[in-house]
Every structure is written in C-alpha cells, then in structure tokens.
T-cell receptor, first 116, second 116 residues
Framework: AQSVAQPEDQVNVAEGNPLTVKCTYS??????LFWYVQYPNRGLQFLLK??????LVKGSYGFEAEFNKSQTSFHLKKPSALVSDSALYFC??????????????FGSGTRLLVRP | DARVTQTPRHKVTEMGQEVTMRCQPI?????VFWYRQTMMQGLELLAY????????DSGMPKDRFSAEMPDATLATLKIQPSEPRDSAVYFC??????????????FGPGTRLTVT
C-alpha cells in the first residue's frame, strides 16, 4: 500500500536560516512525489514534483527537494527562509505503476513557522 | 489565469438540512477530485471523476453523500441529511491526464461548512 509520512507537526526556523521539511514515503514501485503548500484560508498550491531524472528538483518560491531512493525520502528545502513562507506544507505520493487512478496520497502536513 | 472555482465559500446550516457544494474545474481539465480537510483527519479524498465518470468514491459515506458531474464544467457534492461531524473544509481539485499523465492537481479555494 502507498503511504507518506511527515514526522514533524511543526517546524520553526528564523528568517534567513535554511529550512527543511521532512517527508518519507512507501510505495512498491518508483514513486511520483509532490509538495504542496497551503496558506491560511486557501486551497493547496503545487510547489514541485519529482517524476524521473535529476534527484534534486527545483520549484516555486525558491524551494527545492531531493529525492533519495535508498532512504525513501523527499525532503523539502530552502536555503534562506522568509516570514512569508509560513504555511502548511503537504507531501504527496503516487505509484503510477500500481495505481492508474491518478490519486495522490497526502501526508498529514507540517506547519512551517518562520519567525522574524 | 485559469482557476478552479468553488461555491459557496462558506456555508452554515442546521443538522438535517441538505447541503450542495459546487465546483467549476479549469476549462479543459478532465479529472476532478473532492477532498475534505479537518484538523483531526487531515486531507481525505472523498471522490474522483475522470471524463465525468465517477471512478472512486470509496472515501465518501454513501448513505448521506453523493457526488456528480452533470457536465464538464460543473461538479457537485451533496450531503443529505447533514450532521455536525460533516463540518469541515471541502476542496475540489482538477487536472488533465493530457498533462503528461496528470502530474499536478489544481485546488479550488474550498467551501467551509459548519453544521450546527
């Protein structure tokens, strides 16, 4: 069965410092991996994805994520956090070889709080 | 700037009343997802349509929830009768399988439902 885990409910970081939001996954085949962000009172917005190719993927707003197959991880990173990055972040996974339905399995979300 | 739209944005109703939520997917998108978000359960997939046909509604309580796509520009989610435990934010998302296999879902702003 497909699953995704976000082990931290909340991540606190000072503005200007690097940030990491963790995500690990479990699929039987090669995963498609995604990060979405949710600002207060808004729907989820797509940030970035890993489908194939380079393990380091770059997305919107200066975010990037690294796919690590041996550790089954897809951590979200940003070199220098902004207060405006404070939001709820969701990791999601799909196993295209086991599930042709296009459904995404979402993690429980991690709240990022960037303090000035 | 194409967006998924949802109406109403907020709905307060009494227990036992019927609730209808509407979603207009992005023009040209052929897949529609309904999600429910609560503090306790996080983001749950309720139903999924492709080319207007329901493919998966296993996440939806069948006795009171129903989802339809009367045409390609409208998806509806109905609750009858509503219960306080249905209070949540309901999101609609759309995507296109022509988009290299639907790698991204585009979320609407959500309908915040409160059942008293």
């Amino acid at each position: 069965a497909q699953s995704v885990a976000q082990p931290e409910d909340q991540v606190n970081v000072a503005e200007g410092n690097p940030l990491t939001v963790k995500c690990t996954y479990s699929v039987s085949g090669n995963p498609y991996l995604f990060w979405y962000v949710q600002y207060p009172n808004r729907g989820l917005q797509f940030l970035l994805k890993y489908i194939t190719g380079d393990n380091l993927v770059k997305g919107s707003y200066g975010f990037e994520a690294e796919f690590n197959k041996s550790q089954t991880s897809f951590h979200l990173k940003k070199p220098s956090a902004l207060v405006s990055d404070s939001a709820l972040y969701f990791c999601a996974v799909r196993d295209p070889f086991m599930d042709s339905s296009y459904k995404l399995i979402f993690g429980s979300g991690t709240r990022l709080l960037v303090r000035p | 700037d194409a967006r998924v739209t949802q109406t109403p944005r907020h709905k307060v109703t009494e227990m036992g009343q019927e609730v209808t939520m509407r979603c207009q997917p992005i023009l040209g998108h052929n897949t529609v997802f309904w999600y429910r978000q609560t503090m306790m359960q996080g983001l749950e997939l309720l139903a999924y349509f492709r080319n207007r046909a329901p493919l998966d509604d296993s996440g939806m309580p069948k006795d009171r929830f129903s989802a339809e796509m009367p045409d390609a520009t409208l998806a509806t989610l109905k609750i009858q009768p509503s219960e306080p435990r249905d209070s949540a934010v309901y999101f609609c998302a759309s995507g296109s399988t022509a988009d290299r296999g639907l790698h991204e879902q585009y979320f609407g702003p959500g309908t915040r439902l409160t059942v008293t």
